[in-house]
T-cell receptor
Framework: QKEVEQDPGPLSVPEGAIVSLNCTYS??????FMWYRQYSRKGPELLMY????GNKEDGRFTAQVDKSSKYISLFIRDSQPSDSATYLC????????????FGTGTRLTVIP | GAVVSQHPSWVICKSGTSVKIECRSL??????MFWYRQFPKQSLMLMAT?????????EQGVEKDKFLINHASLTLSTLTVTSAHPEDSSFYIC??????????FGPGTRLLVL
């Protein structure tokens, strides 16, 4: 079993829809949770960064962490064609640990 | 901000030659940088962790003599692919650690070995 599971999609939604992207994980020691957006042939771009359980909002993006269920989500409101990309969840153990554990990425297409 | 650059953005080389890729943190200092490899439609695969002033730590299965990493300053790490072969063709991405847990990624370098 992988430490981080993410549905690879692809996921297609109409413009303006609410998008829900999710990851589950098995290691309860993960403390920091991140979402990256990667456009084709580009490096990943950090979108959201949260510590422990709870919600964090930034514009149209909301990150949600439920440590009791080992489940994290990224919601995108009013999705735009420019949101079309691959979204990677990542998490780390904290306490100075270097490694990030990535999901496989979900490929999202927002149709105009 | 947290900007990481990579150079070159793409490179084509002949089999048997060596290729150097630079990774720079432009607006912050990074004691730790990372090198990843990414195959089409796959997630990132960590190759090695680069610490300023010390030897890199390689992941299992990554040949340290083939992928030479040098982290000579707090803003620069280099990856040299030695004696490149077609199977080394890939998308190489670096990241730099800022703060306790966050990594910021470079734009990637596409390597094609003929």
């Amino acid at each position: 079993q992988k430490e981080v599971e993410q549905d690879p999609g692809p996921l297609s939604v109409p413009e303006g829809a609410i998008v829900s992207l999710n990851c589950t994980y098995s290691n309860s020691a993960f403390q920091y949770f991140m979402w990256y957006r990667q456009y084709s042939r580009k490096g990943p771009e950090l979108l959201m960064y949260t510590y422990s359980s709870g919600n964090k909002e930034d514009g149209r993006f909301t990150a949600q962490v439920d440590k009791s269920s080992k489940y994290i989500s990224l919601f995108i409101r009013d999705s735009q064609p420019s949101d079309s990309a691959t979204y990677l969840c990542a998490m780390s153990l904290g306490s100075g640990a270097n490694n990030l554990f990535f999901g496989t990425g979900t490929r999202l297409t927002v149709i105009p | 901000g947290a900007v990481v650059s990579q150079h070159p953005s793409w490179v084509i080389c002949k089999s048997g030659t060596s290729v150097k890729i630079e990774c720079r943190s432009l607006d912050f200092q990074a004691t730790t940088m990372f090198w990843y490899r990414q195959f089409p439609k796959q997630s990132l695969m960590l190759m090695a962790t680069s610490n300023e002033g010390s030897k890199a730590t390689y992941e299992q299965g990554v040949e340290k003599d083939k992928f030479l990493i040098n982290h000579a300053s707090l803003t620069l790490s280099t990856l040299t692919v030695t004696s490149a072969h077609p199977e080394d063709s890939s998308f190489y991405i670096c990241s730099a650690k800022k703060g306790p847990e966050t990594q910021y990624f470079g734009p990637g370098t596409r390597l094609l070995v003929l």
